[in-house]
């Protein structure tokens, strides 16, 4: 599903540049649940944010489904990101001013359709067990109860992929274990395709496939032993 | 379609569930900004109806007769009087002589006849007093003595920049330098007649380029002076009054129907070098408003502008989440329309109820007269299209560019 070829990413110019990815290839296959690890500083969010379609590559070649996602344009990659990716930062990244459940249904509105998106909202908070504080400010929401209706939010136009960027890691435990596990019940049930970074050595034991990035390379690919 | 609703929806979370204190600055600098763009030309429109409503009540009325261009004077007035008269809208007509005259007061007391002594030239209008004071008003701005009454032969009603004295504006050695009500002045007319008057009332229209500086006397005294024989049904001119100021050109065109020799033209079309001031005060006013439209446009500029900064991780987070370019464009524009509307009825209704009827109540005292505010549909219209177009531009410029910016960068700032 996912193929990336000799992808290279150099953060600014001249003497200050600074290479960040030299040269990474993968693949992914659609239901996959993989996680990417590294110590900080390995190149982890770049190339989250590259597949993502959040930032571009200097050089390299990144396709799904054999389509080239390097030549999209503006629109096109707005309507990847708005229709087949869904998102979960490692900060929180719900917008202050919305309740919960209008955070949830922003994107579907972005799609223009009546499609019962507030009703499919509130079953996705319910879901992510969330149903009783939808129409709570954000700012009212623990940590984790955030990153639940950030992962609410990225669900709601039924993506193909769920990129998320150390959603663990401002959680205590207790949390980051309840949106661990809503990822792979996500991943068992409905099959969605799941690129998570994190640095959380104990996380390996939700997902299917660790990555492991040192210095902008992949050090080691392979397969946990839960599966 | 979805993208307008999307916008719209985030246009609203973003003005009243965003900061309070950030909406009611930007609404007070906007509404503060229209008010002020209606002020200053307003306040300038006032000062030029005051100078032209003051030309109107103190030197013309509202249509002038003169004689046709080969005549000194017109013939028949009293015929011309009456017919005028039954035109509709008029209310008053004045039949007048005029003349120069070299003034002379406490002539007595020069060292000897070369000197200037206390003197100067001035126009003496003949009037009827009770028809001049259908038209003008000057009989109301009379401070000391009384007005002139019909039968008066050697009484003189003299405008306070002749008189000169502690009231008037002119320097002290370019009038009489302070003649009083009861003092005698001494007139010697061009045609070498002289005669002594009696100072029976000093007026002060506050018309300083004419009213103030003329004298006037009964009409039948100015035509003995100029010649009873052929000036006692005869006028230099010939003025009206209407009630209402906006039926001037068709009452023109209707006294100009009555056939009579006499070129008939509104007081506008009249007072060729008055109106060359007029027209030059509208040009610093224009400008004077220009410049406020910039700087209102700068102001609201900032104020919207760090708004907008504000929100730039909100718009960085928009576009991670797919929410395309327009839609985030729109609402930001819808923003800037909100603002302007809400500035424009708050600064308006500021404007109508406040500061209007405080000048309403106040008129400003400024030498030309009473200045009240004159807003014209015109100025409405300027600082409506300024105020939305600095709205406008003030949302937009920085979404632009921050939408141009990677997303990584906007939501992170790296
Ligand atoms: N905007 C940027 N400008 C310059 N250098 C950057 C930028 N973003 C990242 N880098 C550099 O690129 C390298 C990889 O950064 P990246 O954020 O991908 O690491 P990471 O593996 O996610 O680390 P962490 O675990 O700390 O989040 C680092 O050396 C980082 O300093
Ligand atoms: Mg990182």
């Known amino acids: 599903m996912i193929e990336v070829r000799n992808l290279h990413k150099v953060y600014g110019r001249g003497p200050a540049a600074t290479p960040a990815l030299k040269g990474i290839a993968l693949s992914v296959e659609q239901g996959e649940f993989v996680a990417i690890m590294g110590r900080s500083g390995s190149g982890k969010s770049t190339l989250l944010h590259i597949l993502g379609l959040l930032d571009s590559p200097t050089q390299g070649e990144f396709r799904i489904q054999g389509t080239d996602m390097l030549r999209l344009s503006d629109t096109d990659e707005a309507r990847y990101r708005l229709e087949e990716f869904g998102y979960v930062f490692q900060e929180f990244s719900l917008l202050p001013g919305m309740s919960v459940l209008e955070n949830v249904y922003v994107p579907a509105l972005g799609l223009g359709r009546n499609n019962g998106f507030k009703k499919r909202a509130t079953e996705l908070l319910r879901t992510v067990g969330l149903v009783d504080r939808m129409k709570h400010d954000p700012t009212e929401l623990s940590g984790g109860e955030q990153q639940r209706a950030a992962v609410a939010r990225a669900l709601i136009n039924r993506p193909k992929i769920l990129f998320a960027d150390e959603p663990t890691a401002s959680l205590d435990l207790a949390s980051a274990r309840v949106v661990l596990d809503l990822f792979r019940r996500l991943n068992n049930e409905l099959k969605l395709t799941i690129i998570m970074v994190t640095h959380e050595p104990d996380d390996a034991q939700y997902v299917d496939r660790v990555i492991w990035l040192k210095d902008g390379l992949i050090a080691d690919d392979g397969p946990t032993a839960s599966k | ?414």
């Open chain 2, 1 to 414: 379609m979805g993208t307008l609703k999307l916008a719209v929806f985030l246009a609203y979370k973003s003005i009243f569930k965003g900061n309070r204190w950030s909406l009611l600055l930007i609404l007070m600098v906007m509404s503060l900004s229209f008010a002020n763009l209606l002020l200053t030309p307003s306040i300038l429109s006032g000062v030029t109806d005051a100078i032209d409503r003051q030309r109107i009540d103190t030197t013309y009325g509202n249509i002038v007769i003169d004689p046709q261009h080969n005549e000194y004077s017109i013939a028949r007035t009293r015929d011309i009087e009456e017919a005028v008269r039954r035109v509709p809208g008029v209310t008053g007509v004045s039949s007048r002589l005029t003349s120069s005259a070299l003034f002379e007061y406490e002539w007595k007391l020069k060292d000897r006849p070369e000197d200037k002594g206390k003197s100067g030239t001035w126009r003496v209008v003949g009037i009827d007093p009770i028809h001049e004071s259908e038209v003008t008003t000057i009989h109301r701005h009379i401070f000391d003595g009384t007005d002139l009454e019909p039968s008066d032969r050697d009484k003189i009603l003299l405008g306070i920049e002749i008189a000169g004295g502690e009231r008037s504006e002119t320097a002290p050695f370019q009038t009489l330098q302070g003649a009083r009500v009861g003092d005698t002045v001494r007139l010697t007319f061009p045609n070498g007649v002289q005669r002594e008057y009696e100072i029976k009332g000093l007026f002060r229209a506050r018309d300083i380029a004419v009213a103030d500086h003329t004298a006037f006397v009964t009409r039948s005294e100015m035509a003995s002076v100029l010649g009873r024989d052929v000036y006692s049904d005869r006028a230099h001119q010939m003025v009206v009054r209407l009630g209402d100021s906006g039926l001037e050109a068709r009452a023109v065109e209707e006294i100009r129907a009555l056939g009579f020799p006499v070129e008939v033209r509104t007081w506008h079309d009249y007072s060729g070098a008055l109106s060359g001031v007029v027209s030059s005060f509208d040009i610093v006013a224009s400008l004077i408003s220009g410049i406020g439209l910039v700087v209102a446009g700068i102001v609201m500029f900032i104020v919207i502008y760090i708004n907008v900064l504000h929100s730039r991780r909100h718009i960085g987070i928009l576009r991670a989440i797919g929410i395309g370019r327009g839609a985030i464009i729109g609402s930001y524009l819808a923003q800037a329309l909100f603002y302007s509307t809400l500035g424009i009825v708050v600064g308006g209704l500021l404007f109508g109820f406040g500061i209007q009827e405080y000048f309403a109540r106040y008129p400003l005292d400024l030498a030309i007269g009473q200045v009240s505010l004159v807003l014209q549909p015109g100025t409405v219209v300027n600082a409506i299209t300024g105020l939305v177009a600095a709205g406008i531009f003030a949302g937009l410029v920085p979404v632009l560019h921050i939408t141009r910016q990677g997303i990584i960068h906007a939501i992170w700032g790296k």
